[in-house]
DNA sequence: TGTCCCAATCGGCTA
DNA sequence: GATTGGGACA
């Protein structure tokens, strides 16, 4: 092969680029050049292999759009670069990520499988919206049975492919046959809708693969060869789709790393890659084991913590990189020492000119915990970007800005419609009532509502044509149809809604994007309600604002497409895709969120059991897996520096602050990777705490860790901060024996008679669960519930 | 119908 | 500590 594309890889990742024909697994450590070797191996089908492969012809998936866009991106400069400016190859690539892709593939051949090509997309908001009309009309309270719930238990039947009818048999509990039945409404309102949900997108598409042999062929024909990224996080719905695609050419390259599966709780199944060799028996697999991002330390310790996973390939990262700085372990007071701790330490790098905050990020468990952090980068003046938290496109004001759009779509989405009535002026005088009231009327003409709505405007023109033409108001027709029985204003509030809906179905084949969506706000009244004159009023103006941005985007479009193109994207991004790493601030995000990026430095707090590992995955061996997993997944994002931190109390849900225990991970890092590791503390280590300066507060050797050694009371540590000091932790946690448990009767002076469900140790406290008469479960500190045996 | 206030619940990660 | 949903009241 003459000097070329492939140059400057090493023989593992050459290898992974050039095998282009027959299943490949690439097994891509973190830091691995995982991204290069996909793009590379793009650029070399396309330019150098034998036969040279067209563009056409491949199809590369990924989660997110970033990826997408990433390799997107770094493909075109590739090819530019080999092949020449002309090169417009990589624009017939198809690259994007699963729902984009099968957004494209329905909105091409729905009707094959009696779909509307202009379906809404429900997001998780809308779904709920949904799952509590289906309980509703079931005549099911959605507060007996948690819409959150079912839904959860629909979204995982879907994203394992069984139809109500198999959920239906396959049902043990009681919650889950009434689960089967709210599955089975459901599908049928978002039919009624013209909408589809997450899972849709793909199940749906495997629908249509299925049933219709010629599409499948059709697809694979077209994707000869096919690649997916992060192959560890695919569902069962997904590999079947994939491997439906793959069936016939078999040119398929999967490439993940089960290290880094961390999404479980979507239903991402590790088996996928787990079993991809007996799949595939002649696949060839390759494992990319050299490690260019980390230092050595960190990679030991990300090593060392991933050790004690069962689930999981051997492999063996290594790396040339230097040893580096040891880890740094802090225990600080609280959340608020520990936001302190951690900027504090960014001043620090930035003050000494080693890093800026820029290269830095704050990598935590739960959303929640970003909280403390922001306020402390503002406190002192440190510029951050907040990843993830209330996403934009959750707003309530972008989601009503949307809602209009949507019903533009697809006038049937009765979701979007019950939005606008109910949160803006549009359906000023239309309230909850009426709304059933109309809703039944068109149930019992098995009408949509929107249809509905049409037919009240007929009526009202041909009364007001009769009346023109001095005939009775009344006609034979209309008693054939049953009557809409609501006051007269009411009727007028509807007939109003509905002409301003289709003075705006119409507006869209008239004017761009952009002139819709400002025509939209205005006559809809949207704009005058919001702008209220509050600063509160004018900040949602501001971010309908941007969301009018976003369609300047489409304006290059005609006016038909540029709205269903902007429906798509907007349904599908996500959090990161908002990351920037050019912007001068440090970034604080979740761990899952952050998987794919690095950072020279890595603080990762909140190191705590409970936390992290979560309390809700510490019953179940495969979800503490994940954990710790995540874990990994977050140590692999620091190049240079990384901080371990955790907090001695925290406060959650604003109350009390709450002794807690160090994570049971950070007794998995080896010592020597440590700085100021103490196997057994002799002594007190906190020597003059509370009393020195800041300098002495916050420097690097006030590293107090006292974990390591549980059975052995820990030190009294002074309060950091304007906390009042607080007594010693209370000795030893390890086994705390249990006061109730399940089964015991109870009596609570609030909540009455009840009974145990579960109990168990949570902190340094019992968490009881208790089922109580009439007043639903709750769960109980022990400690402070004031619980009786009776 | 619309608005305000209180309580219950939430805060686990997300295409 | 913030949001949301229901009930009371205008």
Redesign the pocket.
């Known amino acids: 092969m003459a000097a070329g594309i492939l140059d400057g890889l090493n023989p593992a990742q050459r290898d992974a680029a050039a095998t282009i024909e027959g299943p490949v697994l690439i097994l891509a450590g973190p830091g691995s050049g995982k991204t290069r070797v996909l793009t590379q191996r793009i650029a070399y089908m396309l330019s150098e292999a034998q036969p040279r492969i067209d563009a056409y012809n491949i199809l590369s998936v990924t989660?997110?759009?970033k990826a997408a866009r990433e390799m997107k991106e770094r493909t075109e400069k590739l090819l530019v670069k080999y092949l020449g400016q002309e090169n417009s190859a990589a624009k017939r690539l198809t690259l994007g990520?699963?729902?984009?892709f099968c957004v494209r593939v329905l909105r091409q051949d729905a009707n094959y499988i009696g779909l509307d090509r202009n379906f809404a997309i429900y997001?998780?908001d809308d779904q709920t919206a949904l799952v509590k009309s289906s309980l509703n009309s079931l005549g099911l309270s959605?507060?007996q049975y948690?819409p959150?719930a079912c839904l959860s238990m629909i979204?995982s039947a879907k994203n394992t492919l069984q139809e109500p009818r198999q959920f239906r048999e396959v049902a043990q509990t009681y919650f889950e046959e009434i689960a089967a039945r709210v599955y089975e409404r459901y599908q049928e309102l978002l039919r009624t809708n013209r909408a589809l949900d997450?899972?849709d997108l793909i199940g749906q598409t495997i629908r249509l693969l299925r049933e219709n042999k010629e599409v499948l062929e059709r697809y694979q024909e077209r994707y000869r060869y096919i690649m997916v990224d992060e192959y560890q996080d695919t569902n069962h719905a997904q590999y079947q789709l994939i491997h439906a695609l793959a069936d016939k050419y078999q040119n398929l390259c999967v490439v993940g790393d089960e290290n880094q599966s961390?999404?479980g709780?979507?239903a991402a199944d590790i088996r996928n890659i787990l079993n991809f060799e007996s799949d595939y028996p002649q696949a060839k697999v390759i494992a990319l084991e050299q490690n260019y991002r980390s230092t050595q330390t960190i990679l030991d310790a990300a090593t060392a913590i991933i050790a004690a996973n069962t689930q999981r390939k051997d492999k063996a990262l290594w790396t040339e990189n230097e040893s580096g700085r040891p880890i740094q372990v802090f225990e600080a007071y609280n959340e608020m020492e520990e936001a302190n701790y951690v900027v504090g330490e960014i001043d620090r790098l930035q003050v000494r000119g080693e890093f800026k905050p820029k290269d830095v990020a704050v990598l935590y468990?739960?959303?929640?915990q970003s909280?403390a952090l922001e306020e402390m980068f503002i406190r002192r003046g440190i510029p951050y970007q907040l990843i993830?938290g209330?996403?934009f496109y959750e707003r309530?004001e972008v989601k009503d800005a949307l809602a209009f759009l949507r019903l533009i779509q697809n006038p049937y989405d009765s979701i979007s419609f019950t939005r606008i009535i109910?949160n803006t002026p549009a359906?000023?005088?239309?309230?909850?009532?009426?709304?059933i009231d109309l809703s039944q009327w068109a149930n019992q003409m098995s009408l949509p509502i929107y249809v509905a709505l049409q037919l009240l405007q007929s009526q009202e023109a041909d009364k007001q044509t009769r009346r023109n033409a001095g005939e009775p108001e009344e006609s034979n027709e209309e008693d054939l149809l049953p009557p809409l029985n609501v006051a007269p204003k009411?009727r007028n509030a509807l007939l109003d809604f509905v002409n301003l809906l289709e003075a705006f179905i119409r507006a869209r084949g008239e004017m761009t994007l952009l002139e819709l969506f400002d025509y939209v706000m205005e006559k809809s009244g949207y704009e005058l309600s919001l702008r209220d004159g509050s600063e509160e009023g004018e900040e949602r103006w501001h971010n309908v604002q941007e969301l009018r941005t976003v369609c300047q985007e489409y304006n290059h479009m005609p006016g038909n497409d540029a709205l269903p193109a902007f429906m798509e994207d907007v349904a599908?991004?996500?959090?990161?895709?908002k990351f920037n790493p050019d912007a001068d601030a440090a970034t604080l995000i979740?761990?899952?969120?952050a998987k794919g990026l690095e950072f020279p430095v890595v603080f990762i707090v909140g190191l705590e059991e409970g936390i992290l590992p979560?309390?809700?995955?510490l019953e179940n061996e495969n979800?503490l897996e994940?954990?710790r997993r995540l874990l990994y997944v977050g140590i692999t994002r620091a190049k240079n520096r990384l901080y371990l931190v955790y907090a001695f109390r925290r406060?959650?849900?604003?109350?009390q602050n709450i002794p807690t225990k160090p994570s049971r991970f950070l007794l998995d890092l080896p010592s020597q990777l440590v700085k100021g590791y103490q196997q057994a503390p002799t002594g007190s280590p906190h020597g003059g705490r509370g009393t020195g300066s800041r300098d002495t507060l916050w420097g690097t050797d006030v590293n107090r860790t006292n974990w390591g050694n549980t059975t052995k009371p820990a030190p009294a540590k002074p309060a950091a901060l304007s906390k009042p000091a607080t007594p010693t932790r209370p000795a030893a946690t390890g086994n705390i024996s249990l006061k109730f448990k399940a089964g015991e009767k109870v009596l609570h002076p609030k909540f009455g008679k009840g009974m145990v469900v579960s109990s168990r140790i949570s902190g340094n406290d019992e968490e009881a669960t208790v089922a109580f008469e009439g007043q639903?479960i709750?769960k109980l500190m022990v400690s402070l519930a004031n619980l009786q045996k009776i």
């Open positions: 989660f997110t759009n990520t699963f729902h984009s997001d998780d959605d507060k948690s959150r979204s997450f899972d961390i999404y709780w979507r468990r739960t959303n929640a909280r993830g209330t996403r309530k109910t359906g000023k005088g239309i309230g909850p009532r009426t709304l009411i599908l991004v996500a959090d990161v895709d979740t761990l899952h969120a979560h309390s809700r995955s979800q994940e954990e406060s959650l849900y604003g109350g639903g709750k």
